[in-house]
């Protein structure tokens, strides 16, 4: 399944790939080298350490360019009435208002008010309009939340 992205969220995983790709590739194996020169690799644990470091190093790049490879990029619309990525809603439940921004995955950050359009609570407000009264499943139980703005 393709991950949705905002613009500004693809970005920054390019901007990642590209630094661990370009420098932190060389770091790992000026690392490699130096660890090397120890001699005995059998028992040589920063050899093990850099060997390590460099096995995490491109898994994750290796992940980041399936990401970018398999992404979906969404498009924000300005004066959408409906909810998308990149809206920003102000919400109600109960007598708590609270302002959400509706974000791709890799830019969420529910502390901040920043909520996945993958999260079960981002999947249930895309698509609707203000006014409407959203019923959101959550791990303490269901939440009737109604969306007041749309930005």
């Known amino acids: 399944m393709k991950k949705c992205f905002t613009k500004e969220g693809i970005e920054k995983l390019k901007k990642e790939l590209q630094h661990l790709e370009k ?3 060389k770091e790992v194996a000026e690392k490699l080298k130096f660890a090397a020169s120890f ?3 059998s028992e040589n644990s920063a050899y093990d350490d850099a060997k390590n ?3 995490i190093l491109e898994t994750r790049i290796s992940k980041l360019r399936e990401t970018i490879k398999e992404a979906k990029v969404v498009e924000e619309k300005d004066g959408s009435n409906v909810v998308q990525i990149g809206s920003v809603i102000k919400t109600k ?3 708590k208002e609270k302002e959400l921004e509706i974000v791709g995955g ?3 950050n529910p502390f ?3 909520i996945s359009c993958e999260s079960p609570i981002g999947k249930s407000f895309l698509g609707k309009k203000e006014g409407d009264v959203v019923l959101v499943k959550t791990p303490s139980g269901e939440k ?3 969306i007041l703005q749309i930005n």
Do not use: T, V, Y
């Open 53 to 55: 470091e460099q096995n």
């Open 23 to 25: 420098e932190k590739r």
């Open 39 to 41: 001699g005995d690799l």
């Open 144 to 146: 009737e939340i109604k």
């Open 106 to 108: 890799s830019d969420a």
């Open 112 to 114: 901040n008010g920043k």
């Open 93 to 95: 439940e109960g007598e």
